[in-house]
């Protein structure tokens, strides 16, 4: 990537800086017509009624949200955030005390907003709240050995009334997933895991179908549901015209860990061209290169415990000198410190095998790219420009289009720009009749040493279609 390539690359991030006054008023007491729709209204009274709350406080406001402090019959302080949008209510949190520091590296804030919503409505009057809440395709409850609604009803017999009292609430951390243990006094401990193939923006954006779903209209919708757009069948669509159409709708990942029963067979079908092997529970998929240079093997760790299977990349690497062998990829990073190296080393196969995988089901287990922001520029009869800031969108996209083809990716050309890291992936869709989609992928580097800006040059086979 030349010097002229890498201020271009930037000149794609636009920084803006967003500066709220907070006022304070005391006694904010919200009224129907401050709330997005009635659910929120009806939710907001659910959690009033269920205690006896002195809020005669000063509430805080800034551009995003409403913090209101209560206090119980004991004086114990219960702190309550509404977050909203045009100055309407759209969602409401009760805050949690946590053993960790948030970390924005670990991008769990929008995690730690979700268990705040989930223990606002545990502490409601109503069970339709909670349940409506949790979409157990997307998130795991563990409570009492039980798993999903089973958890999540004996979680809803067992909260102490009026309110639960949390302990400060554990981070949990295991590969592809990200979980949070919750404990009180007068519970067992429960779990709630979050798989991250699924990011939050798809969670979050289930949430308000389901609640604008129940909303009475005794307010008016502030957002009008979009009319359905009748799109073409993929079949009929040649890759170009695939992304014009569906680029702003990109597929969601699917949660399997639930519902693979044999290892052997699911990695057999989605990858009928390999060879498949198994050593204690190591699997390595096989398969000659690609006109002798891009390599499409992968291997895994499979995980098999009574109730899900966990896939992870298998992270078999060597370094030889400033060499990173992984199977029979040599990746050359001479232009890197041994520090630059050692960091950047540990996410390597991920990223290989991530875009291996694309076109197979295997993707929704190996998939952790999201909040990156990237460009797609596809050349077929003219050239057209997409952007987004989740390069996991545009791999959805393109794995849903190359199912039944193979997919070789490698990467190299690892330099220093600026100051800062980049480096090359090459990638060929092959199809079964030969034909096959190029990419090139300009991957950069932040300080922390974690991929933040993606730049995809696609080279679609003329015409054809899927």
Known sequence: ?????????????????????TIELSGFEPKATDFI?????????????AEKLDGDFPAGFTGK??????????????????????????????????LFYIDDELKIKSYINFLERFIYRLNCNDKMFIFDLVDHDKIILEYKGQTGESALDLI??????????????ELITNADTLGFKLTSGKMDEFKILFPQVYNMKEIISGIREREFAKSVEIIPPIIEPEKEIVKPQIEDLSLAEYIRNYFETPPRRELLHNKIKDIHKFLTQEFPNHSISNEQNIWHLEIDKFEDKLNGNISLKVEINADMVNIFSQNNIELEGKTIKLGTDNIDMSSLTETEISVIANYIPQ??????????????FLLIHDEAASTLIVY????????????????????????DRTVYFGIDNFKKVNGTIEFKGFLAARSQTGSCDLAEIFFHVSKEYMIDLVMIILHPAEDIKR
């Open 380 to 403: 077929s009869d003219k050239r057209e420009l997409y952007e987004t800031d989740s390069y996991s969108d545009i791999l959805l996209l393109l794995s849903e289009y190359w199912q």
């Open 1 to 21: 990537m030349s010097n002229k390539f890498g201020y271009n690359f930037y000149k794609i991030l636009i920084i803006m800086f967003f500066v709220f006054i």
């Open 156 to 169: 809803w017999e067992d909260r102490p009334v009026p309110r639960i009292k949390l302990h400060p609430v």
């Open 351 to 364: 990223l290989i095998y991530e875009h291996r995988a694309i076109g197979s089901k295997l993707m929704n």
């Open 37 to 49: 729709n009635s659910y929120q209204y009806e939710l907001y009274r659910s959690w009033l009624s």
């Open 65 to 98: 949200k409403v913090v209101r402090c209560f206090k119980d019959e004991n004086g114990r302080e219960i702190n309550v955030e509404y977050d909203w949008q045009n100055w309407k209510i759209t969602s409401q949190r009760e805050n949690i005390p946590l």
